[in-house]
């Protein structure tokens, strides 16, 4: 039982003296290695971009050019951070989502204004500052260990061939090698020189590798504040889902009833009319005014669908955006322009939001501004989908005024990231402006 | 009346080709889409094709497109758009190249069969036949000075011109004498600031260029 105990014990000793044996050997120290020495330079130099940087953009900050230089430089410092991550994914599998990437909105100020605001930007900054003084111990690290045991594996090599001698020492001419200074001149201090080389070149990899955690959790804390970020792009891919889900289910229970329930509502109208005809002059007045009452629940009936119909979703819609604004145009009560100029049909979705915006706008503009005409444009600018509601009436509209529902049009063109502008100064004129993407 | 119908649901299209049997007329041809109605049309040269707006393939205006074909290859040909919806670019789009001959109704209105053949009998005799709903519409798009000097009476004749009747279907309607209503129509008109013309059909489109406002 001891025998097979102590077996079992020396085998797995022999298991872990291996891989020490084999570490230096095998292919991951060197990539490790690799990254430690590309690392530190790149860092070197994003520091200096980012000192260099700032330190222009805040002299200069009295002037026009300094602040829009800083709004430039934070992002731009990305490259650094992303450029740290590629390689950490390359060369050591460690694998850091990158952050989506900084789209500006259009416009000089608002550029500006988002690259100050870019805190993907500010962090990779941070995460310069910090990992400077760390890749220094990375590259001491790894001088003390690799390079010392490399260098120690020669001097037996220098000790034959009389290289890195002093030849005259105490009086004498001897065959020495100096490690640090130190006089080394027989083989046995020699060869315990490469020995310890051996053990330092033993332990290199693995202590290359505890500095790289304390690498790995700075990059993390720092370079992944996109694990946010990624978590947004999902949310956005599934709430553009959702949206153009609904839209579409609307668009499938419109047609539905079109086919199914309005069809048979009509058809039923159509045989009670029959009904009426074939029964001709000689029924009863009660049984006449049955079949009288029954026509007119059936249209009744039609009629009613077909104005829930149009809440659901507008059939015009199937036809495009400007022939559903044509006919919402001509239910107002008031004349309306509509002047259209789409290059392409936005998704469903959206041509649906715009639709139910401009009716609600519409009845805003009957109901409260007095207006004796309105024009609702429709225009493609940078990608996005701009309507335009302009009247005439006595203006002074604004998000909180009672009744109007601007805050509810605007937190409803905000589900797909659209943006609701009010321009209506007392006396008028009001334009209302609403930006939407084309797709969702 | 010799009649071909174009309709895509099979109910409708058989229940419409019923009726209209019922009251005598020759329906020659029923067909489930565009394609077949203009080979139809073609082959049987009716007096008026009655058309669904939404037919196959997009199931969107494949109706009023071939209308509009057909009245282009045709003028005489009367057409009826037979829809549930009133979308008044359709209809404006219909009446661009004229209103003679043309209609547009819900399809609720075969509840009223009178009324139902009385109208296409006046689209297949050039006369133009608009749903009150459309009316109803056209109306709402036009509230400016010149309507709101007319009484509620002489509104609603104006309405009823406007859907295409005649005058003595007018005065039928609101039991009132024919000289009645041609007083009511000739105060509309200075009203209105329109030149009186003789016959239905010009009064007609007068009455619409006016109610459209372009």
Do not use: C
């Not at chain 1, 085998?11 to 291996?18: A, H, L, N």
């Amino acid at each position: 039982m001891g025998g097979v105990r102590k077996t079992a014990l020396m085998s797995q000793i022999w298991v872990v003296v291996r891989r020490v044996l084999r570490e230096p050997l095998s292919a991951r120290p060197l990539s490790e290695l690799a990254y430690v020495l590309l690392a530190a330079p790149v860092t070197v130099l994003g520091v200096l971009y980012v000192v260099v940087s700032l330190a222009v953009g805040v002299a200069l900050a009295v002037t026009a050019v300094g602040i829009p230089l800083i709004s430039w430089a934070v992002p731009s410092t990305r490259g650094f951070a992303a450029f740290r991550r590629h390689r950490a994914a390359g060369l050591l599998g460690r694998r850091i989502p990158d952050p989506a990437p900084f789209r500006p909105p259009p416009g000089f100020l608002a550029r500006v204004s988002a690259g100050l605001r870019d805190s993907i930007g500010w962090r990779a900054i941070g995460y310069l500052l910090l990992t400077l003084p760390l890749d220094a111990l990375g590259l001491y690290v790894v001088a003390v260990t690799w390079a010392r045991g490399l260098i120690a594996l020669t001097y037996p090599l220098q000790f034959a061939l009389g290289v890195n001698t002093s030849g005259f020492i105490n009086g004498q001419v001897r065959q020495v090698v100096l490690v640090n200074g130190t006089v080394a001149d027989t083989w046995p201090a020699v060869l315990l020189v490469s020995v310890v080389g051996v053990a330092l070149l033993l332990a290199a990899p693995w202590v290359v590798r505890a500095f790289l955690r304390l690498d790995g959790l700075l990059m993390r804390r720092l370079l992944d504040g996109v694990g946010a970020a990624a978590r947004i792009r999902d949310l956005e891919r599934s709430r553009a889902y959702a949206i153009e889900d609904v839209a579409a289910r609307l668009r499938r229970i419109e047609r539905d009833l079109h086919d199914g329930v309005q069809a048979r509502m009509v058809a039923l109208t159509m045989n009670l009319t029959m009904l009426n005809e074939t029964l001709g002059p000689d029924i009863s007045p009660q049984s006449r005014n049955l079949l009288t009452a029954a026509l007119d629940h059936a249209k009744d009936g039609i009629g009613e669908l077909r104005h829930m119909v149009s809440g659901i979703h507008p059939p015009a819609l199937d036809a495009g955006l400007e022939t559903a604004l044509g006919t919402l145009a001509a239910r107002s009560p008031i004349p309306v322009d509509v002047r259209a100029e789409l290059p392409e049909r936005p998704t469903e979705a959206i041509e649906t939001i715009a639709y139910f915006s401009v009716a609600e706008l519409l009845t805003n503009v009957t109901k409260h501004s007095g207006a004796d005409r309105a024009t609702v444009e429709l225009t493609e600018a940078d990608g996005r989908l701009v309507l335009r509601v302009t009247d005439d009436g006595r203006g002074g509209a604004d998000m909180e005024g009672a009744g109007t529902g601007l805050r509810g049009l605007t937190e409803r063109v905000g589900t797909v990231d659209g943006r609701l502008a009010v321009d209506s100064p007392a006396g008028g004129p009001t334009v209302i402006t609403i930006e939407l993407p084309l797709h969702t | 009346m010799r009649i071909v119908i174009a309709e895509d649901s099979a109910i409708l299209r058989e229940g419409l080709a019923q009726l209209l049997a019922m009251r005598g007329h020759e329906v020659v041809a029923a067909v489930p889409e565009p394609v077949a109605l203009l080979a139809a049309v073609a082959e049987h040269r009716p007096d008026v094709a009655v058309i669904d707006i939404r037919m196959p393939p997009s199931h969107t205006d494949e109706g009023l497109r071939a209308a509009i074909e057909l009245r282009q290859a045709d003028a005489k040909l009367g057409v009826l758009l037979f829809s549930q919806y009133v979308e008044t670019r359709f209809v404006r789009e219909l009446l661009a190249a004229g209103s003679s001959g043309v209609g547009y109704l819900l399809k609720e209105r075969v509840a009223d069969l009178d009324e139902f053949t009385s109208a296409l009998e006046r689209v297949a005799s050039g006369g133009t036949a608009l749903d009150p709903e459309v009316v109803t519409q056209l109306f709402g798009s036009r509230q400016d000075r010149g309507l709101a000097t007319l009484t509620p009476r002489e509104r609603e004749v104006l309405a009823l011109m406007a859907e295409g009747r005649t005058n003595s279907a007018i005065a039928k309607r609101l039991v009132v004498t024919d000289r009645a209503i041609e007083k009511h129509v000739a105060n509309i008109f200075t009203k209105l600031g329109l030149s009186a013309s003789d016959g239905d059909h010009r009064r007609v489109l007068s009455v619409l260029r006016y109610l459209d406002g372009r």
